[in-house]
């Protein structure tokens, strides 16, 4: 008997979460109320039989418990009941099934007029790419990614000139039109989510896959990787900033073209002291997903932290001791697995990065040996402790 009310309990206690509690999606910033649509009837399906099959639980415990002198009847076939049951699960299978497969047909069938950009997923950051005033994308290849060409793309294709790129893990779309986002990864799975537009898809290596969506709110929404894609997969992330057309055409014009990037390589113009260069090394920790794994407030994490680590001395995996100076910390970003410090997995992916880039992420790290306390907003943010280590 208390095993039935139990039952009893946890139908009208999961019922009443369901109502009362706070979760419930993201407000629609889309138009993709279709999606929640097909959730809402799955959630209805699935609820209706978690609710029959606990409470029919429930009642035959008590109807069929054990009375002395009566015993239990047999019965090897019923099929009508079979039958009844077949159709009301086939049935209830379908009503789940079909809306899915409506709507991701029409989630991949985008709108001819739609504006196209292509998004770049790799270990662990995003990037993007419109393809400029000729409406087409230049030709690509992941074989072709260097630091000074982070999108692969082939000199030799015209069309690709113009293409607009935006190496930041963030993504301006114009409101109320339609965007087809064409999906490519460099290295493993990705998944290109953003929850306010419902619409997700995986980025496979070696295929472009695309879905299309019409913004409509403005706004700034987070961009999540959805699917497991290493260590650092909980730190790729970026933002959609939504805005009125003319304030998308505005940004989108002050983007740099392939053309213009190839032009003028490495981003180096405007940093002069070491100041800029330390400021440019920090920007580049987050595009480029080092923070990910390596914190600035001393603590260990995925890999050593960077604080304090300047200047230090590191015991190595073979036991051996180095100085962490300038040529330590280069060849250690260049190849991750050449001098591996004792008690850290060798996991650490190569990224390609220019000289001037590495420069500047030393830069950064050296700001971070030479201050320890106070000098890192980062740090103090990140660490009530105080930034002792854990
Ligand atoms: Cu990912």
């Not at 293409?163 to 779309?173: Q, R």
């Not at 330390?278 to 920790?285: C, E, K, N, T």
Request: charged residues 20%; aromatic residues 8%.
């Amino acid at each position: 008997m208390s095993l039935a009310i139990a039952l009893v309990l946890i139908v009208v206690a999961s019922v009443l979460f369901h109502f009362l509690s706070p979760w419930w999606f993201t407000p629609l910033s889309s138009n993709w109320g279709q999606l929640d649509d097909t959730i809402l009837v799955t959630l209805v399906i699935t609820a209706l039989v978690f609710i029959a099959v606990n409470l029919f639980v429930a009642w035959s415990i008590v109807r069929f418990r054990h009375r002395p002198g009566r015993r239990a009847a047999f019965e090897p076939e019923n099929r009508r009941l079979e039958g009844w049951l077949t159709l009301v699960t086939t049935l209830g299978i379908v009503a789940m099934l079909a809306p899915g497969l409506y709507v991701y047909s029409d989630m991949i069938s985008p709108p001819k007029d739609a504006l196209v950009v292509e998004a770049l997923g790799q270990q662990w950051q995003w990037r993007f790419r419109f393809p400029g005033a000729d409406g087409r994308l230049g030709r690509s290849d992941t074989a072709r990614v260097s630091a000074d060409n982070p999108f692969g793309l082939d000199p030799a294709d015209p069309a690709g000139e113009d293409d607009v790129l935006i190496d930041a893990a963030e993504l301006h779309l114009p409101l109320a039109r339609p965007v087809t986002v064409l999906l490519r990864s460099r290295d493993v799975l990705h998944n290109f989510y953003v929850p306010h537009f419902r619409v997700k898809m995986d980025l496979v290596p070696g295929l472009v896959s695309r879905l299309w969506l019409t913004p409509t709110q403005p706004g700034r929404f987070e961009i999540l990787c959805a699917e497991l894609c290493g260590v650092g997969h909980f730190n790729m992330r970026g933002a959609v900033v939504v805005a009125e057309a003319a304030e998308f055409d505005t940004w989108l014009a002050a983007q740099p073209t392939f053309a213009r990037m190839r032009a003028a390589p490495a981003a180096t113009e405007a940093a002069t002291g070491p100041a800029a260069l330390a400021a440019q090394g920090r920007a580049l920790a987050q595009t480029r997903g080092c923070a990910a794994c390596h914190s600035t407030d001393g603590s260990p994490s995925v890999g050593p932290g960077w604080r304090g680590l300047y200047g230090s001395a590191r015991t190595l995996a073979d036991g051996s001791r180095v100085h962490a100076d300038d040529a330590y910390l280069m060849r250690s970003i260049r190849e991750p697995a050449a001098q591996l410090v004792q008690g850290y997995p060798a996991i650490m992916p190569v990224t390609a990065l220019g000289d001037d880039e590495l420069a500047a992420l030393v830069a950064y790290i050296k700001t971070l040996g030479e201050a320890p306390a106070a000098a890192d907003e980062d740090a103090a943010r990140r660490a009530p402790n105080g930034g002792t280590p854990r």
